[in-house]
């Protein structure tokens, strides 16, 4: 599913938008030093699965975008030689860009949803397939609650459909509830 999600144009373009400013900042050790030190941490921390590490990173980058910013606003940032490449001037105004921070929001908030059904699926106390339903409908009905989008809301559907959906489980949920 999140894969899916990712493939989706708009996403996509976050997500590329996302990775620019992270491989900036890592390709360069004084910008990487400086987010260390105002961050107070990393902004990649691979976790899970290699399809939610989008999501973690998109998180992650808006965890610490207030930290960022003071980095990309600093008398530091404007003297140093970064600041005017193409590449700096690029990721400085992603930096300050409120469309994009809110797009960045909105797609963490529907990966969200996801995320919290696959930590449970993936974790060591493997649960039952009428657990594994529940979550499903929690997880629909928490995108309903964010007004997720449709095309979402279908990608879950036919993954969903494919993969997992099979009248015995169903009975099985329908017995225990």
């Given at each position: 599913?999140?894969?899916?999600?990712?493939?989706?144009?708009?996403?996509?373009?976050?997500?590329?938008?996302?990775?620019?400013?992270?491989?900036?900042?890592?390709?360069?050790?004084?910008?990487?030093?400086?987010?260390?030190?105002?961050?107070?941490?990393?902004?990649?921390?691979?976790?899970?699965?290699?399809?939610?590490?989008?999501?973690?990173?998109?998180?992650?980058?808006?965890?610490?975008?207030?930290?960022?910013?003071?980095?990309?606003?600093?008398?530091?940032?404007?003297?140093?030689?970064?600041?005017?490449?193409?590449?700096?001037?690029?990721?400085?105004?992603?930096?300050?860009?409120?469309?994009?921070?809110?797009?960045?929001?909105k797609i963490v908030s529907i990966y969200e949803a996801l995320y919290i059904v696959l930590r449970i699926v993936a974790s060591e106390v493997v649960p039952t397939m009428p657990f594994v339903y529940k979550l499903i409908q929690l997880m629909k009905s928490n995108l309903d609650r964010l007004k997720g989008k449709e095309w979402v809301k279908h990608i879950i559907a036919d993954r969903w459909d494919r993969t997992l959906k099979h009248p015995l489980y169903a009975a099985d949920l329908e017995l225990i509830v």
């Open positions: 599913m999140f894969e899916d999600i990712g493939k989706r144009d708009s996403v996509a373009q976050l997500i590329g938008n996302g990775r620019k400013i992270t491989n900036f900042i890592y390709n360069h050790g004084w910008l990487l030093g400086k987010m260390r030190q105002v961050c107070g941490g990393d902004i990649v921390c691979p976790r899970a699965t290699i399809f939610a590490t989008n999501y973690i990173a998109l998180d992650s980058l808006l965890k610490k975008r207030v930290d960022l910013k003071k980095i990309f606003i600093s008398n530091e940032w404007a003297s140093h030689k970064l600041s005017r490449t193409e590449v700096g001037h690029e990721v400085e105004r992603l930096m300050f860009d409120h469309v994009y921070w809110e797009r960045v929001e």
